[in-house]
């Protein structure tokens, strides 16, 4: 059924806010790990704000290798999901950047005035933050 999506339908649902699952392994155990993210699609790249001292960033130390799942709210009708797959870099510097796309992130989520709220302009501009960037090297959608 996947040839019935068109690139329209994905990039309408990844210019969505709602909810990315993103994926990580640990290289040494192979466990892996699976957290609800913010993300950001600028039609390239996947876009993702994270501390650097939270489990997904100790796994990408390792294994740069991730997956994104992104689905549409429950009950909407056709596609039904978007999969990437590829390799994540890291971007600690310059600050600026790092902070420009924090920015874009939660203002996607919580609107141009939410995002200059005190919080979340504290972590956007904490030491420990980072973007995760993710260009996808294998994408997979379907519909139900």
Known sequence: MADQITNTEVQELLNQPVLARFATANILTHQPH??????????????????????????????????VLIEPPMGTP??????????????????????????????RYLGDEGAQAEEPQSWIKDERNRIIRIKPEKTMTWVY
């Open 34 to 67: 699976v957290v609800t993210v913010w993300f950001y699609w600028d039609g390239e790249y996947v876009w993702i704000s994270s501390f650097s001292d939270t489990r997904k960033m100790k796994d990408l130390e390792l294994n740069l290798r991730v997956a």
């Open 78 to 107: 056709g596609i039904q999901g978007v999969l990437m797959e590829g390799r994540a870099e890291v971007i600690s510097s310059p600050a600026d950047l790092v902070e420009k796309m924090s920015n874009i992130i939660y203002a």
